[in-house]
């Protein structure tokens, strides 16, 4: 790993802004792939052999937190985790993920049972070259559409990102590991929360500015105590996501893998309520297509979903349970 | 410090945990445990001796100057001390008052002879305090408070009533706070006093709160003199100063909070898991509540040791003080709720086990409603953090 003590990840707030916002002009995937690959962002995770920077996770952190705030419509989380998971597997396939050149994605929820089966929640896999299906064996393998997987279309909620089924009757292509994917999984469990972080905190901003600027009564919506406290209690939501984020990532974290599984249920609750919150706060305009905070809504509820929320708090009570007994 | 210093400093900080686990484990009384029976109150003369001895295996004062009897280690020590003492089913504090608030004030605002006699006597369990600050007319609305101070070539002479006084009938000492002008004045003209509580013309009345103690009081003050040397700061900067410590206090104050929370939580659990009639409550009637519940304790613990990191790297805590204070009084309450939800289902004849869990979650459930009102009610840090946070505009 680089020990460039020179570098910050904060360095990178601006430069992933910057590509956010020019990839919402961009035409197509294949577009916006290539400005997210020019600015470094598909290969920040993955060794520099294959053309990444080889950054530890916390430098995703803020790159996806302004790809969540900025409505980002690419599988970026799961370009920067298969580029990082498949070198040293399938140098020239990493690579190919780094330089934007092969957008890929991951099937979330679901195994095969064998070689066929059907799993669902796989980001623009209609768009991808590629997709991670997860097998039975809790390895996974990196299926093309096309040559035995299926992509379907499926109903979602998420508009930037659309989730898609894929429908597999002979899964072939490069494996990853059990322990790649376990180590996959969990690291997507902290990225996603930067997501909802970043989409969070737009919305949070969206309606402050809203209830400062809308006037009822002779006097702005935040004049008023129940708006303020509604407010106040978003901006502890969201000091709460960021707060758990930089703990679940911190040297001195005692149980770094509770941490990321509190931090990512936390995120998926509060976010969402933030959310819903800023609907709330904006009255009838907060139920308009037009105002993009059902955007983040849509995003963070999908989120949640893929990264099996119900799911984990029920692993949550069985580690309570065994430890109490 | 010396580089040396440095090294040795970090050296003790890192077997702190380890020490203070193995020290709590081989120390803590049966008698003082709160998972285990027990028919009577401990007495204040018990928890005095107990935490005198907490104090001297290193566990309480670890961030304190040596000179005071502290043990000159870092925040980061303090966290790690304070993990250990949440796990540890042990009493509260009595003098939670002296090592937080009035502690700290000392240290930032007091003369050296003030710290020379206060500080060694709060680490000591010589003297308990108490915070005089509420009254019956300034509570959310502090800066109302009008319990005067005139200067009198015999000291100070204080005439008012104090409100919500915890501890104060068995408190040594009070911090005082006191104005020497007008009401209208608010915030100016505040100043801070190290009363002694046994002065003629103090009158304190304990007031029987909800889980049936006398936990707190009424301070009556009639003209009381305080010598000129129990003044804490100057009449105008003592206020000033304390707030600047207080932001900080409120956001680490009992920092072992989550983890005895998570300790109640355990409890509870495994009390329920210890007998066939009450397994399914936590098996599955309540298996996902609680497990919300230990999800938040974890988004808790990312507060505390997030801004224990800001603190330790030097950054300002302000207003952001409030964040955490909301959090776990509104978690804790939630658990409350939901733990005497829980005990009220044990079967009548219950047995050791189920009997002191339920007994613990009763008293956790009843004391849990004042967690949002003391320290500054709830709506009182919405309104800080939508103000001086968020920065709101209040107007048209
Ligand atoms: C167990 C306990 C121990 C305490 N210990 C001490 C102590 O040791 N020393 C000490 O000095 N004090 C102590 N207090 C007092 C405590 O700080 C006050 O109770 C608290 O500040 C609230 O003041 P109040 O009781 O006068 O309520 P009020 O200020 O009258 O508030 C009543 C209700 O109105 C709400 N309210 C008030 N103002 C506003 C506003 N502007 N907007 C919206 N809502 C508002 C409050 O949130 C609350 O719900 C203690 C209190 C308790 C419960």
């Known amino acids: 790993m680089t020990t460039d003590t020179e570098l910050n990840p904060e360095d990178f707030v601006e430069t992933a802004r910057a590509v956010t916002t020019a990839c919402a002009e961009a035409a197509g995937l294949p577009e916006r792939m290539d400005l997210l690959a020019e600015a470094g962002l598909t290969g920040i995770l993955a060794p520099e052999a294959v053309g990444g920077m080889d950054l530890p996770l916390g430098f995703a952190v803020p790159v996806l937190r302004a790809a969540g705030g900025g409505f980002l419509a690419a599988p970026l989380l799961e370009c920067m985790l298969l580029a990082r998971a498949f070198a040293g597997v399938d140098d020239a396939l990493a690579s190919a993920i780094v330089s934007g050149e092969m957008p890929v994605t991951v099937a979330w929820s679901g195994m095969l049972g064998g070689t066929s089966g059907v ?207 | ?92 504090s009595v003098n939670s008052i002296g090592k937080e608030l009035a502690g700290p004030i000392i240290m930032a605002v007091g003369r050296p002879e003030q710290k020379a006699e206060y500080l060694p006597a709060i680490l000591e369990m010589r003297d308990i305090w108490c915070q005089g600050f509420s009254e019956p007319n300034a509570g959310s609305d502090l800066a109302g408070l009008r319990t005067r101070a005139v200067q009198t070539a015999d000291g100070w002479v204080v005439n008012g009533q104090k ?75 003592g206020w000033a100063a304390a707030t600047r410590v207080l932001s900080i206090e409120r956001a680490t104050n009992r920092m072992h909070r989550a983890w005895r929370f998570e300790n109640q939580l355990n409890h509870l659990v495994s009390a329920c898991l210890s007998d066939p009639a009450t397994r399914h409550l936590a098996e599955s009637t309540y298996r996902r509540a609680l497990a919300e519940v230990s999800v938040n304790i974890e988004l808790l613990k990312g507060h505390v040791e997030t801004l224990v990191g800001s603190l330790i790297d030097g950054q300002e805590i302000g207003p952001r003080g409030s964040l955490p204070k909301l959090f776990w009084s509104e978690a804790h309450q939630g658990f409350a709720r939901l733990a005497l939800e829980i005990v009220s289902q044990f079967p009548v004849e219950a047995s050791d086990t189920l009997r002191v869990a339920r007994k613990r979650m009763e008293d956790i459930y009843l004391k849990s409603r004042a967690e949002t009102i003391y320290a500054g009610t709830t709506e009182i840090q919405l309104d800080i953090i939508s103000k001086r946070i968020l920065q709101l505009k209040r107007k048209a």
């Open chain 1, 119 to 325: 799993v669902g929640r796989a980001p623009l896999a209609e768009a991808c070259a590629r997709v991670l299906v997860l097998g039975a064996d809790e390895g996974g393998v990196l299926v093309t559409p096309g040559e035995g997987a299926m992509v379907e279309t499926e109903s979602t909620l998420d508009l930037e990102r659309p989730e898609a089924r894929v429908r597999v009757t002979a899964a072939s292509g490069p494996e990853l590991s059990a322990d790649a994917v376990a180590r996959l999984r969990a690291d997507a469990l902290v990225l996603r929360a930067a997501l909802i972080l970043g989409a969070a905190e737009d919305c949070l901003s969206r309606a402050a500015d809203y209830a400062q600027e809308r006037v009822q009564f002779g006097r702005p919506l935040s004049a008023n105590q129940s708006i303020q406290h509604h407010l106040a209690r978003d901006c502890l939501a969201v000091e709460t996501i960021r707060n758990n984020i930089h703990r679940s990532l911190s040297p001195e974290c005692a149980v770094p893998a509770a941490a990321a599984r509190a931090t990512f249920v936390g995120a998926a609750t509060l976010g969402a309520r933030v959310a819903e919150s800023a609907i709330q706060v904006h009255g009838g305009m907060g139920f308009t297509w037009e105002v993009p905070l059902h955007r983040h809504l849509r995003m963070i509820k999908a989120l949640a979903a893929q990264g099996g929320a119900a799911d984990l708090i029920e692993a949550v009570a069985a580690d309570l349970l065994a430890n109490a007994a």
């Open chain 2, 1 to 92: 410090m010396t580089q040396t210093a440095l090294a040795e400093t970090r050296t003790a900080e890192q077997g702190m945990a380890a020490h203070a686990r193995a020290w709590l484990d081989a120390n803590l009384p049966d008698a003082l445990r709160e998972d285990r029976p027990s028919t009577r109150r401990n007495t204040v003369a018990e928890l005095c001796d107990w935490e005198a001895k907490l104090h001297r295996a290193g566990l309480v004062g670890a961030t304190w100057p040596k000179e005071y009897g502290g043990g000159g280690l870092g925040l980061r020590a303090h966290l790690d001390i304070s993990r250990e003492i949440g796990r540890t089913p042990m009493p509260e």
């Open chain 2, 163 to 237: 409100i919500w006084t915890s501890g104060a009938s068995k408190s040594r000492r009070c911090l005082l706070l006191a104005r020497t002008g007008p009401v209208e004045d608010r915030h100016r003209g505040l100043v801070l006093f190290a009363l002694r509580t046994d002065t003629p013309g103090v009158d304190i009345r304990e007031i029987q709160s909800i889980d049936g103690e006398r936990s707190f009081c009424e301070v009556f003050l009639n003209n009381v003199v305080i010598p000129e040397e129990d003044m804490l700061g100057s009449p105008d900067e």
